[in-house]
């Protein structure tokens, strides 16, 4: 079993910066993949970026690339989600997660069936 508890959302206008963290917990020390996704009202969850193994291989979706960046701090046992630029159409419930796989591809990485833990969620709403 693994916990995931997302904090660091909140509001900021259109340009501005948030960082998300997630913070691990639990027996499983099997997970080797960990994503960050969010989901909108009326819209499917979606892959943000994702970080795989131990070289640490980091992925993205395109609609975000050049403004986040997800890192891991492992002593804290945490991953991150550094936010900047935030547009409007950022606005989410953030979610983290965790799973394992023995390789991994872009498509993987972004996607929902890729990963066995979730956490509940941080609301992130940038305005104009």
């Known amino acids: 079993q693994v916990q995931l508890v997302e904090s660091g959302g909140g509001s900021v206008q259109a340009g501005g910066s948030l960082r998300l963290s997630c913070a691990a917990s639990?027996?499983?020390?099997?997970?080797?993949?960990l994503g960050w996704f969010r989901q909108a009202p009326g819209k499917e969850r979606e892959g943000v970026a994702a970080?795989?193994?131990?070289?640490?291989?980091?992925y993205y979706a395109d609609s975000v690339k050049g403004r986040f960046t997800i890192s891991q701090d492992n002593a804290k046992n945490t991953v991150y989600l550094q936010m900047n630029s935030l547009k409007p159409e950022d606005t989410a419930m953030y979610y983290c997660?965790?799973?394992?796989?023995?390789?991994?591809?872009?498509?993987?990485?972004?996607?929902?069936?890729?990963?066995?833990?979730w956490g509940q969620g941080t609301q992130v709403t940038v305005s104009s």
């Open positions: 970080t795989y193994g131990d070289r640490g291989t980091t």
């Open positions: 639990g027996d499983d020390y099997s997970s080797n993949c």
């Open positions: 997660a965790a799973g394992r796989r023995s390789f991994m591809t872009a498509t993987l990485a972004l996607g929902v069936n890729t990963y066995n833990y």
